[in-house]
């Protein structure tokens, strides 16, 4: 059944499935890691993620230079720079980074001083979340917002793979997403396995007591894992609202959900299970026909909960938290 | 003599209502062993554990060379000098024991010296260096707490609290494990060294402090205290 799926769509369709599931895959992979950073280190799901993505999505917006619309309190306001697009997805990712931080010390730091349960720390992070949307609501209003079109400079809107008879064309945005997702997956896997600050978040990952027994300062790595999965977070937002369109405050939820499944589905707290557990869902709901393309979302579910049945760690997760 | 190396006045640590430690006053000097002994949840482990500050001392001062730590955090503690091998052994499980030991060094920043250190502790724990590229999670319990061991001395501390090194281990692990304390006593390491097996403790130590449910009922030399019967009832059998 599966074989004759696939040959309705034809060879190109096939290709073309791959390549756009492997770009919308990978940004759920560096959304996923940002979530899977933070829970490997205190072992809490961070619900602000998906509200630091929309934030890392207007950010962006704003720096290129993006006017806002009628409502809110900064209606037709816009900045005087026009910064290029890959400028303003560092900086806007940036400042993302720098909100999470913010986040942490007003939403997580006072309960973890306290010794909270962290299910507390949990709901005071879903807090956050609204906070957020809702200041976001408050400045610019809820409408949908697009990138310019032009945002890639002279680079045509899409590249053709195939031949001119048979022309296999992936959107230029597809490609910068797939491109920027597994560069920072590389860099990411790189430090975090093969240098000294990187072993010392493992073992603060691990386990934060004795980390600091051995001189680690946990506070600084925890800071620092915000800022990380922040930053992860302002990066997908950014590309993914580039490749359709910020879609207003609540941008961030529904894309939130799904990168929850997506490390469920790799394992908690495991880095290369998020990157699975990412180009998994993102190729399986390139397959969803176009047809159906509105119950991708409920076919990627259904996925992760059959796949669940089978392996309730995970993918690559063991039946204790693994790490990295 | 000289300004001791530490020096605990009349430390208290609550755990909620409980008293863990009352009024605990304790000198540790350079080039000592001194021992700490005691019946379990006597308060042992909680002295070491308020000296690296991971529990907070309600009362009392901690001074490591003249210096107050009673209110520093936990890494600052080590980047004093003052390391520690935890109750448990606590090594890193799913990190490799080469890369236990290289954290053991994180607060050092001379690469070559970090690196003859290592090759040094595989010298002295031989089972060490079989297995440096394997998981520390997969080693014996004997090796967890060579491991741990060699981690704490591998930030070359001046003064080195040892939490009960001996527990669950083999009687022939446990000899090889005391060399080596009284090895880095030699090379110039200050120990303070909780212990259950009070008569290897005594037979290692310069002095002794004896924990009681939270207070410090007897402080001597470790020589007198192994004649002494009473002590001989009470605590070696």
């Known amino acids: 059944m599966q074989a004759s799926f696939l040959f309705n769509h034809g060879h190109h369709s096939i290709f073309t499935a791959i390549l756009n599931g492997l770009s919308i895959g990978s940004v759920y992979a560096i959304f996923a890691l940002g979530y899977t950073l933070v829970f490997s280190i205190l072992g809490i799901i961070n619900f602000a993620h998906g509200a630091i993505f929309t934030l890392g999505a207007y950010f962006s917006y704003t720096l290129t230079g993006g006017a806002f619309g009628f409502n809110g309190l900064l ?9 290029p697009f890959l400028f303003a997805l560092v900086l806007g990712s940036i400042l993302a980074g720098i909100a999470s931080v913010i986040v942490e010390r007003l939403a997580f730091r006072p309960l973890r001083k306290r010794g909270a349960d962290p299910l507390l720390t949990l709901v005071s992070s879903l807090g956050a979340a ?57 860099i990411l896997t790189y430090f975090i396995n093969f240098t000294r600050f990187g072993k010392a978040l493992q073992a603060v990952s691990e386990d934060a007591i004795t980390a600091s027994l051995l001189g680690i300062n946990t506070e600084k790595f925890i800071t620092f894992t915000f800022f990380l999965s922040g930053f992860l977070a302002g990066l997908a ?40 557990g990412g180009l998994v869902i993102g190729l399986a709901e390139a397959f969803v026909p176009a047809d159906y393309s509105g119950y991708k979302e409920a076919i990627a579910f259904a996925l992760l909960f059959m796949m669940l049945l089978v392996r309730p760690q995970g993918l690559l997760g063991r039946s204790v938290i693994q790490k990295v | ?57 309600a009362w009392g001062q901690i001074l490591y060379d003249g210096r107050e730590v009673t209110r520093l955090p936990p890494h600052q503690v080590v980047q004093l000098g003052i390391a520690h091998s935890p109750e448990g052994r606590r090594v890193l499980s799913q990190q490799t ?41 997969t080693l014996s319990g004997g090796e967890q707490q060579m491991l741990a061991i060699a981690r704490a001395v591998l930030s070359r501390p001046r003064l080195l609290l040892l939490d009960e090194p001996s527990l669950g281990l083999a009687p022939q692990i446990v000899q090889e494990i005391f060399s080596v304390i009284r090895h880095l006593r030699q090379s110039g390491t200050t120990i303070l060294l909780v212990e259950q097996n009070a008569n290897l403790a005594l037979r290692t130590a310069d002095r002794v402090y ?20 009473r002590v001989r009832k009470a605590y070696l059998g």
Do not use: W
């Open chain 1, 130 to 186: 609204v906070v957020i949307v809702n200041v976001i609501q408050y400045l610019v209003g809820s409408e949908i917002y697009t990138f310019p079109s032009d945002i890639y400079g002279r680079l045509p809107a899409s590249i053709n793979f195939g031949t001119v008879e048979r022309p296999i064309a992936i959107r230029t945005v597809q490609i910068v997403i797939f491109s920027v997702s597994a560069l920072i997956v590389s």
């Open chain 2, 97 to 137: 024991v080469l890369a236990n030991l290289e954290l053991g060094a994180y607060t050092r920043s001379d690469r070559l010296g970090i690196k003859a250190d290592i090759e040094h502790q595989f010298l002295t724990f031989p089972r060490l260096a079989e297995r440096r590229n394997q998981l520390a999670g």
């Open chain 1, 75 to 83: 209606a037709n306001a816009s900045l005087p720079i026009h910064l």
């Open chain 2, 1 to 57: 003599m000289s300004q001791p190396l530490l020096e605990i006045k009349n430390l208290s640590v609550n755990y909620g209502a409980i008293e863990a430690l009352q009024d605990i006053n304790l000198v540790v000097h350079e080039g000592e062993i001194v021992t700490l002994i005691g019946a379990n949840g006597a308060g042992k482990s909680t002295t070491l554990k308020a000296i690296s500050r991971l529990v907070n001392s």
């Open chain 2, 210 to 229: 004896i924990l009681e449910a939270g207070r410090l009922t007897l402080t001597s030399a470790a020589v007198e205290l192994l004649r002494d019967e």
């Open chain 1, 237 to 276: 937002g950014t590309l993914v609202g580039s490749s359709v369109s910020i879609a207003g405050p609540y941008f961030g939820i529904a894309f939130g959900l799904k990168g929850l499944g997506v490390i469920v589905l790799g394992g908690l707290g495991n880095i290369p299970g998020a990157v699975l």
